[in-house]
């Protein structure tokens, strides 16, 4: 008669209760990981959104007149929230003329939808330049506003910070996960380019 041991069954039963541990403790790290992945992705879909917009033929309700095609979009960075950073909104702006010729936009744009960033995580960082590790000097504080705008015929970004136009190449919005441990980058290049790294 053949068979096993206890020894074998209690060691065979040892191996699979650590490896199935093992799995467990990582698949919170995966799945947050995923979430905060899927999240940069949908907050570059909505700036592209933005964008079809902008570029578009999409009417807007601006200043009580209904129906007007002439209207930038864009997205507002933080969303009025204070030092948390958890929400973003699109907008409708609409446009008008500086003493000096320049195009202007509403300081009080028209809100059309509000995204919230959900799980716990945070827009931790909102800064310009060339490379995100490298842009301490214009990194936004709390207080300030990022608009990112998009207006016809041009598919280009305008930046906006505190209703001041802002002439970089590129702009980087950070969302970083609940514990701190992973972030993931938008990167918004001004001639309209919108991706997303790490």
Avoid: W
Avoid at 57 to 86: L, M
Avoid at 121 to 139: L, M, V
Wanted: overall charge positive; some cysteine.
């Amino acid at each position: 008669m053949k068979g096993f041991t206890l020894v074998e069954l209690i060691v065979s039963i040892a191996i699979f209760a650590v490896m199935t541990a093992l799995v467990i403790a990582r698949y919170g790290t995966f799945n947050q990981n995923t979430i905060l992945t899927n999240m940069a992705y949908d907050m570059a879909l909505t700036m592209r959104t933005a964008q079809t917009y902008g570029v578009s033929v999409k009417s807007a309700s601006v200043s009580g007149s209904a129906d007007a095609f002439g209207s930038a979009y864009g997205i507002r960075f933080p969303s009025n929230d204070g030092a948390s950073r958890t929400h973003f909104r699109l907008y409708s702006y609409s446009i008008g003329t500086d003493a000096s010729g320049q195009a202007t936009y509403t300081a009080d744009p028209q809100p059309i939808t509000t995204y919230t960033v959900t799980q716990g995580a945070t827009i931790s960082q909102i800064c310009f330049g060339t490379d995100p590790t490298q842009c301490t000097a214009t990194k936004l504080v709390n207080s300030d506003q990022l608009d990112i705008i998009y207006r016809r015929p041009n598919p280009n970004a305008i930046f906006m910070v505190n209703n001041v136009s802002v002439v970089q190449p590129i702009a980087f919005i950070s969302v970083t996960s609940q514990d701190g441990t992973k972030t993931e980058t938008i990167y918004v290049r001004k001639n309209g380019q919108i991706s997303v790294g790490n």
